[in-house]
């Protein structure tokens, strides 16, 4: 499906469920993208995270049936919360009043998102990517999970404590290594790969990852392949993470609304980091982002 079509469906199938208790991966099969895909294009194409956009219409409408004099546990419950407690704490947290005070307030409204993406000529010519056909790649890395909502945060620091305990007592002063981590780090080049995979409801994997070259996987690392395939790679240049996220906003709101050649494919994507020229925080640092896709044209 067609990227905005698939973030305009993900809004219809919340609208038309919006008193059920529905999941991340209820909207993601009926709007045939992966969850991954979904929550990070949903959160950039709209600003919020798909949890919080449920949460913030339940009680937007939860306001309008108290307006009209319903029972507050009976719009506790048809609105998914377990008891009238949780759903006055989420109510006011939201509308910054309490729901029994609904008479003398005025409530926060919340209307439907629509998608309207107007992008000026010439903005996609402009992104330095190519398209690619890859044969598999096999990866090992170090692995930690991560909530979609605070990930942007959170990851930045996993790389902080891996080369703090991994890296910087031999491996950055040239020193040989002296444990198995150090060693895999070497062998196989780990800290070239940031990627994202095996997405379930919020949670997905991250891997500080390197090429596999074969040897031992030490406790706390895994393989992971993904098939070999076309991928669409954008190159980055500036410092690291800003100019990166940067390019991964473009490529959400820009190429992929525009684009009408290619889909996305599976649930994961690789970051590329410059391990021999400069550092992360140069002004002519280089990385990229590689999408998996697809054709969709016959």
Same mark, same amino acid.
């Given at each position: 499906?067609?990227?905005?079509?698939?973030?305009?469906?993900?809004?219809?199938?919340? %609208?038309?469920?919006?008193?059920?208790?529905? =999941?991340?991966?209820?909207?993601?099969?009926?709007?045939?993208? =992966?969850?991954?895909?979904?929550?990070?294009?949903? /959160?950039? *194409? &709209?600003?919020?995270?798909?949890?919080?956009?449920?949460?913030?219409?339940?009680?937007? #409408?939860?306001? #309008?049936?108290?307006?009209?004099? !319903?029972?507050?546990?009976?719009?506790?419950?048809?609105?998914?919360?377990?008891?009238?407690?949780?759903?006055?704490?989420?109510?006011?947290?939201?509308? %910054?009043?309490?729901?029994?005070?609904? !008479?003398?307030?005025?409530?926060?409204?919340?209307?439907?998102?629509?998608?309207?993406?107007?992008?000026?000529?010439?903005?996609?010519?402009? *992104?330095?990517? $190519?398209?690619?056909?890859?044969?598999?790649?096999? #990866?090992?890395?170090?692995? $930690?999970?991560?909530?979609?909502? &605070?990930?942007?945060?959170?990851?930045?620091?996993?790389?902080?404590?891996?080369?703090?305990?991994?890296?910087?007592?031999?491996?950055?002063?040239?020193?040989?290594?002296?444990?198995?981590?150090?060693?895999?780090?070497?062998?196989?080049?780990?800290?070239?790969?940031?990627?994202?995979?095996?997405? $379930?409801?919020?949670?997905?994997? +991250?891997?500080?990852?390197?090429? +596999?070259?074969?040897?031992?996987?030490?406790?706390?690392? *895994?393989?992971? %392949?993904?098939?070999?395939?076309?991928?669409?790679?954008?190159?980055?240049?500036?410092?690291?993470?800003?100019?990166?996220?940067?390019? /991964?906003?473009?490529?959400?709101?820009? @190429?992929?609304?525009?684009?009408?050649?290619?889909?996305?494919?599976?649930?994961?994507?690789?970051?590329?980091?410059?391990?021999?020229?400069?550092?992360?925080?140069?002004?002519?640092?280089? &990385?990229?982002? @590689?999408?998996?896709?697809?054709?969709? #044209?016959?």
């Amino acid at each position: 499906m067609e990227w905005l079509s698939c973030i305009k469906a993900s809004i219809d199938y919340i %609208e038309d469920h919006i008193k059920e208790n529905i =999941s991340i991966e209820d909207v993601a099969n009926n709007s045939y993208i =992966s969850s991954y895909y979904l929550q990070v294009g949903f /959160n950039i *194409m &709209t600003g919020y995270s798909i949890g919080e956009y449920i949460r913030n219409r339940k009680l937007y #409408l939860a306001a #309008l049936d108290l307006k009209d004099n !319903k029972r507050i546990i009976d719009v506790a419950l048809e609105y998914g919360y377990e008891t009238p407690e949780s759903f006055t704490k989420a109510f006011k947290r939201f509308h %910054e009043f309490n729901p029994s005070q609904i !008479k003398k307030n005025k409530i926060k409204r919340f209307d439907p998102l629509t998608i309207d993406i107007q992008i000026k000529g010439g903005i996609v010519a402009n *992104m330095n990517y $190519k398209i690619t056909d890859m044969f598999p790649i096999k #990866l090992i890395g170090f692995v $930690k999970e991560f909530d979609m909502e &605070t990930s942007y945060k959170e990851i930045p620091l996993f790389w902080d404590e891996i080369c703090e305990k991994y890296c910087f007592p031999h491996i950055y002063r040239g020193l040989p290594a002296e444990n198995d981590y150090e060693q895999a780090i070497v062998d196989n080049c780990i800290g070239e790969f940031g990627v994202c995979i095996d997405c $379930k409801g919020t949670k997905f994997k +991250y891997l500080i990852a390197g090429r +596999y070259a074969g040897g031992k996987v030490p406790e706390g690392m *895994m393989l992971y %392949e993904f098939p070999a395939g076309k991928w669409a790679i954008f190159n980055c240049v500036g410092p690291c993470p800003e100019k990166l996220q940067e390019l /991964n906003t473009k490529i959400f709101k820009e @190429w992929l609304p525009l684009n009408k050649e290619f889909e996305l494919r599976g649930d994961g994507n690789i970051e590329w980091y410059d391990c021999v020229n400069g550092e992360k925080t140069d002004p002519d640092y280089h &990385t990229q982002i @590689w999408i998996p896709i697809k054709s969709v #044209l016959k």
